[in-house]
């Protein structure tokens, strides 16, 4: 059994998907304290904003590894989340800080019922995600001997 670059890159993925899905779940508890006026819109922008660009580059991070150890069909699988990071970063509202939520416009319900949505979504994609680097690391790592 051998410990080879693509099974520490299946490693490193299932490691960086748990802390995702930490920040799925943040996200969906913010925006759930959103909807029940728990917090105010600005306060909850100013919490959501700097975890994006962390999210997306922990993503796009662990995927340029796949890409380097040769792993496209795990590389497939997660292009369709990070073309959506990508549109979604594309067409944010203007501000003068980085981030997606705008807190003028969070409180809108079809707003508001978009972004819960959205990460209920990211959280399923997370953990199954999750699930399928363990099951391709252990697989990696008793094939490779």
């Not at 600005?42 to 660009?53: F, G, H, K, R, T």
């Not at 399923?124 to 790592?141: H, K, N, Q, T």
């Amino acid at each position: 059994m051998a410990f080879t670059f693509v099974a520490f890159c299946y490693l490193l993925a299932m490691l960086l998907a748990a802390v995702l899905i930490f920040f799925a779940i943040f996200h969906i508890i913010a925006f759930d304290e959103l909807k029940t006026d728990y917090k105010n819109p600005i306060d909850q922008c100013n919490s959501l904003n700097p975890l994006v660009l962390p999210e997306y580059i922990v993503h796009i991070f662990y995927n340029v590894l796949f890409l380097a150890a040769g792993q496209f069909g795990t590389l497939a699988f997660n292009i369709p989340l990070i073309a959506y990071h990508i549109y979604r970063y594309a067409n944010r509202p203007v501000m003068s800080s980085p981030g997606l939520y705008d807190p003028t416009t969070i409180m809108n319900a079809d707003v508001l019922s978009r972004c819960m949505r959205e990460g209920w979504i990211k959280l399923a994609f997370y953990l199954i995600s999750f699930f399928y680097y363990l099951y391709s690391m252990i697989y990696v790592l008793v094939s490779s001997s």
